[in-house]
């Protein structure tokens, strides 16, 4: 059978599509092409032709000007000299945007994958920044160059505050009128955090890119997906829609090609599939988030679980107490789920429910959780690994049900290519009704987009502009998300 399987599995399978380049050395990170022959189905979104020539074309150009080449050297000469300057001025063969590390993983991942995207729009390279530990949990996605910022790249050198009162932060520069057309700075910084003004989430709009595009050096700051924002710019537009035809696929495309945990990650994810979930004739991830002070298990949450789990047939029902037990025989099917989050006690109540009583269609359900951190640990390297590998678990099961405007739950149905049950945020103490809602897309939500996309009418309602952006389900405010 395992000869049959390698014989059916083309290089273009391996490659998911053509989006994975051949050109790395399958040791160094076993994840980037074992990773198919995990998925008992291969993702039925595929790349556009023209999306897999544009990463093509991008790897390219990422060799010419990352690290350690002669353009970046000069590049960065320039930006330390930090002269201006004028329009119709050659600029250098190279232009940067530079991703600054900051929040948990699932922001983390969801940011890299926008100023990615914008990268790819705008042909620019990006470099991450690495005083964190990216290279601890993910490989290298660009082949025979590096997406790493050098550690001594000279604005990470702890003198420069990246934040709205900084002098070259765009927004800010926009509001006190600093912004001179004619005279190019070496470099800005974009700050689109949930603090952001609408100024600096609207940087990607067209008129304001007329002068970003020509500066050689962005310095991006985000905890946010601003990929439907992108779509706001008229001369975006034409190329999305060429690279991306089906337009909900968006990072679950990028994901796939950014992102290959390392062989200490993959080694996590692959443990534990095996024990775990491989065997069982059907999976569901459960991704429980709880954002509120003092965190932790919460009755009402329990109880939202229970009901949409039930409510949406995901979970069997328990048999009456009356009922006699089943017996071996009469087993139907095994169902494996997932629990993640920081508590355990969630997983460990599912657990007891199911192993006390029978359910009433004779599946057995048998429910695990990796790990039960209980605080978030960001930036220390065995926690940030065991998120990763839960988030790629996630991403392995049938079914998915995930917690509201939680980006660890966004990134992980996306990637997976699953459409979510959205855990709706508990208001007071109380088990929301309806519990949860069923996701009509796989894109992750902006959580806070400019109000108006790009319109000068700033009555418009960015969510009304185009027919494939939409209000995200799980919030009660404005974000947004391709559909
Ligand atoms: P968000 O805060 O839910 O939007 O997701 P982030 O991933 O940005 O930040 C939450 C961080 O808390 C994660 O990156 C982990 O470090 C930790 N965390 C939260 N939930 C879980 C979980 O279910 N499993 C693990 N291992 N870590 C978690």
């Not at 595009?213 to 001369?235: D, E, G, H, R």
């Not at 460990?348 to 006390?356: G, Q």
């Not at 509201?404 to 992980?412: D, E, I, K, L, Q």
Request: proline content about 6%; some cysteine; overall charge neutral.
């Amino acid at each position: 059978i395992s000869t049959v399987s390698k014989e059916s599995e083309t290089p273009r399978d391996k490659l998911l599509g053509g989006l994975l380049t051949g050109d790395f050395d399958e040791g160094s990170c076993f994840s980037r092409y074992h990773k198919s022959s995990l998925y008992r189905q291969p993702s039925p979104y595929k790349p556009s032709e023209y999306l897999v020539s544009k990463l093509r074309s991008y790897e390219v150009l990422h060799k010419r000007c990352g690290p350690d080449t002669k353009a970046y050297k000069e590049a960065t000469e320039n930006l330390v000299r930090d002269e201006n300057y004028a329009e119709g001025n050659s600029i250098g063969e190279c232009r940067y945007i530079v991703w600054i590390a900051g929040y948990g993983l699932g922001n983390r991942m969801l940011t890299i994958a926008s100023a990615f995207l914008y990268a790819l729009l705008t042909e620019r390279i990006i470099l991450v920044d690495n005083r964190k530990d990216v290279s601890d949990i993910l490989c290298e996605p660009f082949p025979g160059t590096s997406w790493l910022l050098p550690l001594d790249f000279p604005l990470m050198n702890g003198t420069y505050r990246f934040d709205k009162g900084y002098s070259r932060c765009y927004g800010t520069m926009l509001n006190n009128h600093a912004i001179n057309s004619t005279s190019i700075p070496q470099h800005l910084y974009l700050h689109n955090l949930h603090d952001s003004r609408d100024e600096d989430k609207m940087f990607v709009c067209e008129k304001d890119q007329g002068l970003i595009n020509k500066v050689p050096w962005l310095i991006i700051q985000a905890n946010v997906y601003f990929v439907p924002s992108l779509w706001f710019n008229p001369t975006f537009r034409p190329e999305l829609m060429k690279l991306f035809p089906q337009k909900d696929t968006v990072f679950h495309l990028l994901s796939r090609y950014l992102f290959h945990p390392t062989n200490q990650v993959w080694g996590m994810v692959t443990r534990y599939y095996h024990a775990h979930l491989s065997r069982a004739d059907e999976t569901l991830g459960i991704q429980i988030r709880v954002f509120r002070k003092n965190a932790g298990y919460f009755q009402h949450v329990m109880d939202q679980i229970v009901v949409c789990t039930k409510r949406e047939k995901l979970l069997p029902e328990l048999a009456s107490q009356e009922e006699p037990q089943v017996n071996a025989s009469s087993i139907t099917k095994v169902k494996a789920v997932l629990v993640t989050s920081l508590y355990p006690e969630y997983s460990d109540n599912l657990k007891s429910m199911f192993w006390e009583r029978p359910s009433s269609t004779g599946e057995v359900v048998e429910v695990n959780q990796p790990s039960g951190e209980r605080f978030q640990q960001t930036d220390k390297k065995l926690h940030d690994q065991k998120a990763l590998a839960e988030i790629y678990l996630l991403s392995l099961t049938d079914k998915i049900v995930t917690s509201a405007r939680s980006t660890f739950g966004y990134v992980a149905y996306s990637i997976g290519g699953l459409k979510p049950w959205l855990l709706f945020q508990p208001r007071d103490l109380t088990t929301p009704d309806p519990p949860c809602v069923r996701s009509t897309s796989m894109e992750p939500c902006y959580l806070t987009p400019p109000f108006h996309g790009c319109e000068a009418d700033w009555g418009k309602n960015s969510g009304e502009i185009f027919p494939f952006v939409m209000h995200c389900e799980d919030l009660v405010d404005d974000g947004l998300k391709l559909y």
